[in-house]
């Protein structure tokens, strides 16, 4: 089963094609990494998946239905949300109103992961400490993160793209998130992935994809994938290793 | 009945009770200060209500003048009620059929678009004499047999209507969303919230209210120019009144527009002339770098530094000590 699927998708900006004819499924139910040098791509997929800027050719589909061209917010209706690398969040909000926007407006009908029934059980799902009350101004960039995940989660996704979800946190924090994106992930949701350190990518995703220059480089079992000689090349350049 | 209902018409009893206390009182003048502070309190509350969602408008004008034209044009043809109704729905498709273009554009271009909507409408009033009365004004049913004290009630109750629709945007269902708007709309799009649509929602509901303070203004004397209206007073007055009083809140615009009549007034009776207006703008500016937040964000964190000194007695002291 493919939960979402790319054919032959380009985004460019000018003459830069930062999604180059790239063609995807990505399998349902599994935890899929994104991965590629800097600059290769990553973004500007997740926000052509996510209807932020839309493909210039190409179709994408969720779950067998097409999505191209929808606006963002149509997206999320149908099942499809995903996390910000840096949440800019209003200060002046609070950790409960924030994850109620989704709630109130993203009614795709599918059920919260964990058996929760409101923003203040998605928090403790993510594992955010502070009282649902506290404003988002008061929190910690890990809290943050989750904040942001339980945001994401609030749109009832069937697909969650998590935008380097764990850059920059501790190895504690680190542990915590894994442990919650796999939680995610048997409650149902698929995933995708975007990280930079291959050590999580390795114990988390059993499948990968390596874009490299808008291209898609390599497909497969992230072993594999971090054996293949291009990938390799792409992030160190000839005649080094990982 | 919650908690937070009981606060709110608490608030709205606290909003009328001083004026219908003055409606009461034999003192014409207060009267007449009464009715003015309220009109501004309800355009500024119809800018704020906008304002959340991010857009910055100064052309509020526009809207205060079509729906003191519509209301007065319409009243003798479809009498008070369906004229004022007319009147200000008028404001509402206006707003849409704007708001439909220019709220895609961002910030700036959006407050400059509104500015020229609101020239341009002054223009078309005054090359359609026909219609509008041109130059010449015309001469709307006064509201309330002209009596002031009976105008100023009637008035208090728009008020009341403007802090309730104020309100109900300040609820679970619109403030989270608008301040998202405001803030990250492509965080509000990836979390479900039509952008756009709330966008013009608030345009709409912002334009009504404007032009019920509008409606109410033209019915005060029984004649009105285009010149009364489709001023940049009007335009400025709302952001002057809500930056003063508060941004984001019902009780910021009220209070915002007490104070600044009490400034005008005060400035009027020590300087006198005109040169009051230089000392009435210059102690404006005097508050807005003071108290970015306005007068109601400043009394609210002042009350909440004090409940974490209570908590915390020696480290709150010093930090006040500090803000001091």
């Known amino acids: 089963m493919t939960a979402l699927s790319i054919e032959q998708c380009t985004v460019a900006f000018g003459g830069l094609r930062a999604i180059d004819d790239v063609t995807l499924a990505l399998p349902a139910q599994a935890i899929t990494a994104l991965i590629g040098p800097n600059g290769s791509g990553k973004s500007t997929f997740v926000n052509m998946v996510s209807g932020q800027i839309p493909p210039r050719s190409g179709r994408i589909s969720l779950g067998g239905e097409a999505i191209t061209g929808l606006r963002p917010d149509l997206i999320v209706q149908r099942g499809l949300a995903r996390t910000y690398q840096v949440p800019k969040v209003p200060k002046e909000l609070t950790i409960e109103e924030v994850i109620s926007v989704p709630l109130l407006y993203a009614g795709s009908g599918r059920a919260l992961p964990g058996g929760a029934r409101n923003a203040g059980d998605l928090a403790r799902y993510c594992g955010l400490r502070p009282a649902v009350t506290t404003r988002c101004g008061q929190l910690s960039v890990s809290d943050l993160r989750r904040l942001e995940i339980a945001r994401a989660l609030a749109c009832r996704p069937s697909v969650l793209l998590l935008d380097e979800a764990m850059a920059g946190l501790s190895l504690e924090d680190t542990e915590q998130v894994i442990g919650l994106v796999r939680e995610i992930h048997a409650s149902g949701v698929t995933i995708v992935v975007i990280e930079h350190v291959m050590r999580i990518i390795a114990r988390l995703c059993g499948h990968a994809v390596v874009l490299n220059q808008g291209r898609l480089l390599a497909e497969g079992p992230p072993q594999e994938v971090l054996r293949d000689a291009g990938v390799r090349e792409a992030y160190l350049g000839k005649g080094f290793s990982l | ?324």
């Not at chain 2, 606060?7 to 007449?32: C, E, K, N």
């Not at chain 2, 009637?154 to 998202?180: E, H, K, N, Q, W």
Request: hydrophobic fraction near 55%; include cysteine; charge should be positive.
């Open chain 2, 1 to 324: 009945m919650s908690a937070g209902l009981l606060a709110r018409i608490g608030l709205y009893a606290a909003i009328a009770a001083p004026l219908l206390r003055i409606a009461a009182s034999d003192r014409p003048f207060l009267v007449q200060v009464a009715i003015g502070t309220a009109i501004s309190a309800i355009l500024a509350l119809a800018w704020d209500i906008l304002s959340r969602t991010g857009q910055v408008s100064l052309g509020h004008a526009a809207f205060f003048g079509i729906g003191g034209y519509g209301s007065a044009l319409l009243t003798p043809v479809l009498g008070p009620v369906l004229g004022w109704t007319v009147g200000i729905l008028l404001c509402g498709v206006v707003a849409l059929l704007l708001g439909a273009v220019t709220l895609r554009l961002r910030r700036l271009y959006f407050t400059i678009a509104t500015l020229s909507f609101s020239l341009s409408i002054h223009v078309v009033i005054l090359v359609t004499p026909g219609l509008t009365g041109g130059s010449t004004g015309i001469m709307p049913p006064v509201i309330a047999g002209g009596s002031p004290p009976l105008q100023l009630l009637f008035i208090t109750g728009c008020l009341v209507v403007a802090a309730v629709v104020s309100d109900v945007f300040l609820g679970g269902r619109f403030r989270p969303a608008f301040f998202m708007i405001r803030n990250n709309p492509d965080l509000a799009a990836a979390s479900g919230v039509p952008v756009t649509r709330l966008k013009i929602l608030a345009f709409v509901v912002s334009g009504m209210v404007a032009g019920l303070a509008g409606a109410c203004y033209c019915g005060l004397y029984g004649y009105v120019i285009p010149d009364d209206v489709f001023t940049t007073n009007w335009n400025v007055l709302p952001l002057a009144v809500t930056i003063l009083g508060g941004m984001d809140t019902t009780l910021g615009p009220v209070v915002g527009a007490v104070v600044l009549r009490l400034l005008e007034e005060v400035a009027r009776h020590l300087v006198g002339g005109v040169g009051y207006q230089v000392v009435y703008g210059a102690v404006i500016i005097l508050f807005i770098v003071g108290m970015p937040e306005g007068l109601v964000g400043f009394v609210r964190r002042l009350i909440r530094s004090r409940r974490r000194q209570a908590a915390e007695p020696g480290q709150a002291s010093a930090k006040a000590r500090l803000a001091l």
